[in-house]
C-alpha cells in the first residue's frame, strides 16, 4: 500500500468517495491476496486499477489482472498518466 496517492488516483477517488457515483460504494486501497485494489466496489464485484505508463504491458501486472479476475471480479484497468 502506499501512503500517498497519485494525482489520477486522487482525481478520481474525488468522484467515488461518499457515494457520489450513482450512490455506488467504493473502497480505496483495498488488500486482495497478494495485491491492493486501487478502488473496489464489492457490491458489484468491480475493481478499478490506475496504471500509469510504467506499468505498460507489464507482467507483473498481467499477473495481478489474472488473480484478481480469479476471484470473479471485473477488472478495469485504466491507462492513465500519473502526473
Known amino acids: ?33 497478494r495485491y491492493v485494489a486501487d478502488f473496489v466496489c464489492p457490491a458489484a464485484k468491480l475493481i478499478v486499477e490506475i496504471d500509469g505508463s510504467q506499468h505498460a504491458e507489464s507482467r507483473h501486472d498481467q499477473e495481478r489482472d489474472t488473480e484478481l479476475k480469479a476471484r470473479d471480479f471485473g477488472c478495469c484497468v485504466s491507462g492513465m498518466p500519473t502526473f
Open 1 to 33: 500500500m502506499r501512503r500517498e496517492p497519485t494525482e489520477a488516483e486522487d482525481r478520481l477517488w474525488h468522484e467515488l468517495r461518499d457515494r457520489r457515483l450513482d450512490n455506488i460504494k467504493f473502497k480505496r486501497q483495498m488488500p486482495m491476496g
